[in-house]
């Protein structure tokens, strides 16, 4: 399987993120860490779940690929499968914003569904600092990261939850009928 692949956002003061893809039992478990100049300090780990659960707590994604679209912008491309479910993923990086974007989507097979969204351990501490526009906070190494849910161009953000040091990112979209692709996006600044 494919080793360690990144994606960075780092800007002109060699400061930013890179989200890190690597494969792990069945699957790629995604990390991100943030860098000043040469030391790195992580900021989050996606929770996996097993090939035994058909709704696992992040994405399942089996393959990666990862591509240099212009001279400063990289995107890395997953998708997979878990119980009747297709998943997929996009991270793609902006330095001009010092961010990385994360799509996310399932095609959900029958309103059966279980719970959607992606969900991550912190590793620093992380606070809710707007309920409406659904931003958090990360502190590490004296620099304030942010998560902030992206619309997806339904009218309504999708949930942001804390949870001691977890953190979930879930749609608020349900489809009216099924099968249904059920989206939803968020973007790191560090």
């Not at 779940?49 to 212009?70: F, H, I, K, M, N």
């Not at 997953?78 to 991270?91: E, K, L, R, T, Y």
């Not at 620093?124 to 600092?129: A, R």
């Not at 902030?148 to 949870?163: P, Q």
Request: aromatic share 6%; charged share 25%; proline share 5%.
């Amino acid at each position: 399987m494919s080793e360690l692949q990144h994606i960075e956002s780092i800007g002109t003061d060699a400061t930013g993120l890179r989200a890190s893809m690597e494969w792990r039992n069945d699957r790629f478990v995604h990390v991100i860490d943030w860098f000043a100049g040469e030391q790195a300090f992580r900021l989050l780990e996606s929770v996996e779940g097993s090939d035994e659960e058909p709704w696992p707590p992040s994405p399942a994604l089996q393959q990666l690929s990862v591509e240099q679209r212009t001279q400063s912008r990289q995107v890395g491309l997953m998708v997979g499968m878990a119980g009747n479910s297709h998943w997929s993923m996009s991270i793609e990086n902006d330095n001009a914003e010092r961010s990385l974007v994360f799509d996310v989507a399932c095609r959900v097979a029958d309103e059966k569904a279980g719970s959607l969204g992606t969900t991550y351990r912190s590793t620093v501490p992380v606070t809710i600092v707007d309920h409406v526009q659904k931003i958090a906070e990360l502190s590490i190494a004296g620099r304030t990261c942010r998560i902030k849910i992206e619309s997806t161009g339904r009218g309504e953000l999708d949930h942001l939850e804390i949870d001691g040091n977890l953190i979930k990112i879930s749609p608020t979209e349900m489809p009216p009928s099924w099968p249904a692709t059920v989206r939803w996006k968020y973007r790191l600044f560090g």
